[in-house]
Nanobody
Framework: QVQLVESGGGLVQPGGSLRLSCAGS????????MSWYRQTPGKERELVAS????????NYADSVQGRFTISRDNAKTTAYLQMNSLKVEDTAVYYC?????????WGQGTQVTVSS
């Protein structure tokens, strides 16, 4: 079965960096777009970044453009989100997602807290 497992979250000071990982299994990872979303209490889950199956095309939310970088290693069936210059407002639970046919698959999420 399809599984997505995020890791790498934690507590970091403003201006710091974190790298999130999303390990995929149970599907042909290299064929599908991977995306990172985030959610804070009381708000809708929002798209942070996405990357095409080969990694050649990436897209970012305006709020993270220039600070975050999405990448993937299809040989390791893992997607990454490098987050630099973190701000307090980046605090959220971060989820990775893929869609296969009409089905959406989500990881369990990893908490990122930016605080001094």
């Amino acid at each position: 079965q399809v599984q997505l497992v995020e890791s790498g979250g934690g507590l970091v000071q403003p201006g710091g960096s974190l790298r999130l990982s999303c390990a995929g299994s149970g599907f042909t990872f290299g064929l599908y777009v991977m995306s990172w979303y985030r959610q804070t209490p009381g708000k809708e889950r929002e798209l942070v970044a996405s990357i095409s199956s080969t990694g050649g095309v990436t897209n970012y939310a305006d709020s993270v453009q220039g600070r975050f970088t999405i990448s993937r290693d299809n040989a390791k069936t893992t997607a990454y989100l490098q987050m630099n210059s973190l701000k307090v407002e980046d605090t959220a639970v971060y989820y990775c997602r893929t869609s296969i046919g009409s089905l959406l698959y989500w990881g369990q999420g990893t908490q990122v807290t930016v605080s001094s």
